[in-house]
């Protein structure tokens, strides 16, 4: 069973920054692309980033590009978002994202709030 766990959200002030996290388990996580998407409020659901299985390529959506990094450790079957200089846009709930033969597979998310 897919199984992933979001963490490391919280409130934050403009320009601050914040590590997310996502735990995987029930696949082999190493043989896959990794993704985050956010949802904001009213807004559909937009893919953030994604890694490929060994790391070595990246994709950015245009409004994160340069204050936003994903990165993967497959020996802990994780992938991180590290965010910076975040602006109150960034506001939204961040979902971990794994693509199989079965479908996706999506965490609970983890709250994202910028505001001073």
């Known amino acids: 069973q897919v199984q992933l766990v979001e963490s490391g959200g919280g409130l934050v002030q403009p320009g601050g920054s914040l590590r997310l996290s996502c735990a995987a388990s029930?696949?082999?996580?190493?043989?896959?692309?990794m993704r985050w998407y956010r949802q904001a409020p009213g807004n559909e659901r937009e893919l953030v980033a994604h890694?490929?299985?060994?790391?070595?390529?990246?994709y950015y959506t245009d409004s994160v590009k340069g204050r936003f990094t994903i990165s993967r450790d497959n020996a802990k079957n994780t992938v991180y978002l590290q965010m910076n200089s975040l602006k109150p846009e960034d506001t939204a709930v961040y979902y971990c994202?794994?693509?199989?033969?079965?479908?996706?597979?999506w965490g609970q998310g983890t709250q994202v709030t910028v505001s001073s």
């Open positions: 994202n794994v693509r199989k033969y079965t479908g996706d597979h």
């Open positions: 029930g696949f082999t996580f190493s043989n896959y692309i």
């Open positions: 890694i490929t299985p060994t790391g070595g390529s990246t």
